[in-house]
């Protein structure tokens, strides 16, 4: 064994991660031909570009501007003060936490890092509770992202029933990250963040502007948060989504491959046909092409929501594939690309697994409840 060892020690990473590349492109090659898979990505990202990700960054501006308008104008504070009575009993958490959830849904998971670090936030926080709020913030990004974009797919009610789904799922990702905090630190039960003095955490308003000033900068401002929003989504559509598109769709219509946008070699349909019983009774998928929006809602909601035109235009999506999506959507947000970085900014960097293992299950959690809500919604 000490001899392998020694031997493969010797060898340069650059060989593994060849290796790696040409396995994963290997199938996808051998099956369409490697110039026709080359012409495919290049094609299918092209096509997402075009779009895809300019849709979704428009999106971004808009409910980005609203988001400065309703921050600028104290609707936010509002809203904060209207949730802090369902913080201790839904989340275990200080009321002033559900000015995490209006920020988070606002604009994305990071949000609640920024509120996190401040003094005057944290300081009403157990240092359990603090660390939760990396489950608790990640599960309503992008949340006004999401249901906008859905909105705008045609469906009204089914995003609005994903919600809930999202809601309950944060509760439970959110309650059992706190459970396994205690577990491992029991001593961070009673311990504070930080010993300071009281003091309120809002967001004041600049009322010296005239009125029209601050509409303007308020919408501006917020216009611009969502092109950076708009842009940081870009990688995640175009390389994730494009990939799982090749592993989702099938050759052309007559069955070749030509080398067009969305060809691909149907693996995830051919899996998620294996497993359609535990998916359909789950999530009520009618589909096994549809467990491609969970897989990438797993790095990036932003790559997930690219999916969707062409699921719909394919016939595959209903209204309950649509509460669903936006539930896992929602409360997943690219999880397993945030969460090491936002533990880290927190310096708990050693609960990361914790967090990852307790938010799975809050999604899938997001994702049943979302199912049978709808299944209810349509009996009525």
Known sequence: MKALKKIFGKIPSGVYCLIIVFGIFA???????????????????????????????????????????????GVVKLLEKL?????????????????????????????????????KFSKYFKKYQLISLTNFGTAFGMGLLVIVFMVGQGYY?????????????????????????????????????YEVEMVETEVVASEEKPMFQR????????????????????????????????LTFGPSADGAYTGAAYEGVEALPALGSKLSFVFEWLFGFSDPHLIAFPITALGAVGAALGLVPNFISAGWVDGNAIAVFTAIGM????????????????????????AILAHTIGGIVAAVIAHWSFVLYSLI
């Not at 995003?159 to 059992?176: E, H």
């Open 331 to 354: 409360c997943w947000s690219g999880y397993l690309s945030t969460h090491t970085a936002m533990l880290d900014a927190l310096g708990y960097r050693n609960l990361t697994s914790k």
């Open 157 to 193: 009610a089914e995003p609005f029933i994903g919600l809930f789904g999202a809601i309950c799922g944060c509760i439970v990702s959110t309650r059992l990250m706190q459970r396994f905090i205690l577990k491992s630190h029991p001593n961070f039960k009673h311990e504070e963040v």
């Open 215 to 246: 509409i303007l900068d308020a919408l501006l401002d917020g216009g611009k948060s969502g092109v950076s929003v708009g842009l940081a989504i870009i990688p995640g559509v175009l390389i994730i989504s494009t990939f799982i598109m090749i």
């Open 27 to 73: 199938f996808p090659a051998m099956k369409m031909g490697t110039a026709n898979m080359l012409n495919t990505v290049m094609n299918t990202a092209h096509d997402l570009l075009l779009n895809t990700v300019f849709y979704i960054m428009a999106i971004c501006v808009v409910t980005g501007a609203l988001g400065g308008i309703l921050m600028e104008f």
């Open 83 to 119: 949730l802090k009575p369902l913080m201790k009993p839904l989340f275990n958490l200080p009321g002033v936490a559900s000015l995490g959830a209006v920020m988070t849904f606002l604009s994305d998971n990071p949000a609640i890092i920024a509120l996190a670090q401040d003094k």
